[in-house]
């Protein structure tokens, strides 16, 4: 039901029909809202576990690295714990999308 309305966005002008480009110029990418939305959705979600395994990994370094410092451990723990919490609430939110999906029986991610 979706797929069929969004589908209708399609840019057209009424009085010449579809819009095409010129010829010899390659087509495709995205073609719709709904498939810009579903790579957004899906570029957030890659992006976010990416940049939270890089801070991570730059907290386990920095814990490694402060000398047994208490300042510096602590500021290592603190963004290895904040890279885990990020994490968590990036999952989580796949769930929710998923479940979302499953009751209004659309697809947001392929």
Same mark, same amino acid.
């Given at each position: 039901m979706i797929q069929n309305s969004?589908?209708?966005l399609a840019?057209?002008?009424?009085?010449?029909?579809?819009?095409?480009g010129p010829p010899g110029v390659p087509t495709g990418g995205k073609?719709?809202? %709904?498939? =810009? $939305?579903q790579f957004g959705i899906e570029l957030l979600?890659?992006?976010g576990i990416l940049l939270a395994l890089v801070f991570l990994i730059y907290g386990?370094?920095?814990?490694?690295t402060s000398g047994g410092s208490k300042g510096g451990v602590e500021a290592a723990r603190n963004k290895i714990i %904040?890279? =885990? $919490?990020g994490l968590v609430v990036i999952f989580l939110s796949?769930?929710?999308?998923?479940?979302?999906e499953h009751?209004?029986?659309i697809n947001l991610i392929r």
């Open positions: 969004i589908s209708k840019l057209s002008i009424p009085q010449f029909g579809e819009v095409k073609s719709s809202v %709904y498939e =810009i $939305i979600i890659v992006g386990g370094v920095q814990w490694i %904040y890279a =885990i $919490i796949f769930f929710i999308i998923n479940f979302i009751f209004f029986k």
